[in-house]
């Protein structure tokens, strides 16, 4: 059966929806079967209001830069039906969900939250189960992972799901190199950082050694023996 996944990330006006703010950039790349398949959807979004100086500060999108580009409900369509049917993966899900689902809302379209259009995996939820205690911000993961960020000095959705791509196939069962290097004077208006060399049409043999139902078991009771004594910490990686 073949397996369609999308990665997907969001840069926003500032880190609460509750208090309006707006996605400003969507990238979303295609895996099928765990491999590249060259399509994306990428788009940056003018909020039609302004970008707080916190969030600025976090990916570098300018208001004069959003000013020409499509609302949101421009691209909802092309959106819905990119990702219907897939697998959505998503670093810390609750966050791009929730101001997804409020600019699907706001589009003048009867538009039904991407859960029933997709299924979602959160893979900072998966982190936080696979590396307890520690920092599983993306940053975090790509230094575990010996994933090469050095271009990352802003955020940027489109860099930022490609980076995830990577980071989630360590994850799940072995990392396959097929990302190119990144061009070295990458345009100022894609965040400085989502010029991407992509390596096509190869092929990748991943290895996914499944846990035991004892070896889940007895790592479930530790896990529960750890929040009895309070040992257990989770950290806090929000928009990371």
């Known amino acids: 059966m073949i397996s369609r996944q999308i990665v997907l990330d969001t840069e926003t006006t500032g880190l609460r929806v ?21 399509r994306e959807f ?27 580009k499509p609302p949101f409900q421009a691209i909802a369509a092309e959106l819905i039906t990119f990702i219907t049917g897939a697998e959505l993966i998503i670093h810390n899900a609750p966050f791009d969900v929730a101001f997804l ?22 893979t900072l939820t998966m982190a936080r189960s696979l590396h307890i205690g520690q920092r599983n911000n993306l940053d975090a993961l790509c230094k575990r992972y010996s994933i090469d960020n050095s271009k990352r000095d802003l955020h940027g959705a489109l860099l930022d799901a490609y980076l995830l791509a990577q980071v989630y196939l360590a994850m799940t069962g072995g990392q396959s190199d097929f990302f190119a290097t990144l ?10 950082s989502a ?13 996914v050694l499944k846990a035991e139902k004892d070896e889940i078991k007895n790592h479930e ?17 929000l928009n990371e």
């Open 42 to 68: 990428h788009y940056y979004v003018n909020p039609e209001r302004v970008v707080d100086t916190g969030a600025l500060a976090i990916h570098g999108i300018t208001n004069e830069f959003l000013q020409d």
């Open 18 to 38: 509750e208090e309006g703010h707006r996605v400003i950039e969507i990238a979303c790349i295609e895996m099928i079967d765990r491999k590249l398949t060259g």
């Open 221 to 237: 009771h530790y896990l529960e023996m750890m929040l009895h004594q309070g040992k257990c910490r989770w950290l806090d990686d």
């Open 195 to 207: 010029m991407l060399d992509i390596i096509q049409n190869q092929s990748y043999h991943l290895t």
């Open 183 to 192: 061009s070295e004077e990458p345009s100022a208006h894609l965040n400085e």
């Open 101 to 122: 689902n409020h600019e699907l809302s706001l589009s003048q379209q009867k538009w039904k939250s991407l859960i029933e259009y997709c299924r979602i995996v959160d």
